[in-house]
C-alpha cells in the first residue's frame, strides 16, 4: 500500500513540474517607431495623448517592447513616461519615442 502511495506522489509531482509547451516569444528587433499622432496643437496648460508603435522591418506592430520618451525642449512642453505632452509655453518641440535604439517623433505646436 506504500509503495502505491509513494508512486501516485510521484506521478503527480511529475505532473506538477511538466511544462507544457508554449508559444515562442517575437524577439525581432524593433526597425522603427511610429508616434501617433505624427503632429499636434496644444494650449499652454493643455495635455494631448502621443503613442509610440515599435515595429519590425516589415511594418509589423511589436508588443511589450520598452519606450522611453523625451522633449526637445522641456521649456516649450514635457512629457511622461507614458507619452501624455504637457504644453508649456508657447512654440514648437519635437518629442521622440525610442525603443532598442530606433526613434520616432511626433512635432508639437504649443499655442499661448
Do not use: F, K, Y
Not at 515562442?24 to 496648460?45: E, H, I, K, Q, Y
Not at 493643455?46 to 515595429?55: N, R
Amino acid at each position: 500500500m506504500m509503495h502505491l502511495r509513494h508512486m501516485t506522489l510521484l506521478l503527480l509531482i511529475g505532473l506538477v513540474t511538466c511544462r507544457l509547451p508554449t508559444r515562442p516569444v517575437d524577439r525581432s528587433p524593433v526597425a522603427s517607431v511610429t508616434v501617433t499622432p505624427a503632429s499636434a496643437s496644444v494650449m499652454a496648460g493643455g495635455t494631448v495623448q502621443l503613442t509610440a508603435t515599435p515595429q519590425d522591418s516589415n511594418g509589423n506592430p511589436l508588443s511589450d517592447r520598452p519606450v522611453t520618451w523625451a522633449s526637445g525642449n522641456t521649456a516649450v512642453a514635457t512629457v511622461t513616461d507614458t507619452g501624455m505632452v504637457s504644453g508649456v509655453a508657447a512654440g514648437s518641440v519635437m518629442i521622440t519615442a525610442t525603443s532598442e535604439g530606433q526613434s520616432g517623433i511626433s512635432s508639437i505646436t504649443v499655442t499661448p
